[in-house]
């Protein structure tokens, strides 16, 4: 069964820096899209930001120009890099990735928390 795992978050300071990681096991194919997406409590999960298997990428529109996705070319391997961090972005991070033809997989989460 496939799953994907995530690492990465934890406590940081308002300004700060966090880099995610997701990997991909028991997976014999390469995913078509893999990205990361974020959820507060009582709220909708939203996007953060996705790639596809040729490298293009889609932001949401509260971390443009901070946050960067970038994924290993051999492997299913994610990350986000999260740079001048703000109390809004705290939540729970989960990986997600996709295969051309519908199946989408979920990682448990980890959580990113920010302080003022």
């Known amino acids: 069964q496939v799953q994907l795992v995530e690492s990465g978050g934890g406590l940081v300071q308002t300004g700060g820096s966090l880099t995610l990681s997701c990997v991909a096991s028991?997976?014999?194919?390469?995913?078509?899209?893999m990205g990361w997406y974020r959820q507060i409590p009582g709220e909708e999960r939203e996007l953060v930001a996705v790639m596809t298997s040729n490298g293009q990428t889609t932001y949401g529109d509260s971390v443009k120009g901070r946050f960067t996705i970038s994924r290993e070319n051999t492997g299913n391997k994610i990350y986000l890099r999260m740079n001048i961090l703000q109390p809004d972005d705290t939540a729970l991070y989960y990986c997600?990735?996709?295969?051309?033809?519908?199946?989408?997989?979920w990682g448990q989460g980890t959580q990113v928390t920010v302080s003022s």
């Open positions: 997600n990735a996709a295969t051309s033809y519908g199946a989408e997989y």
């Open positions: 028991r997976v014999p194919f390469r995913f078509n899209v």
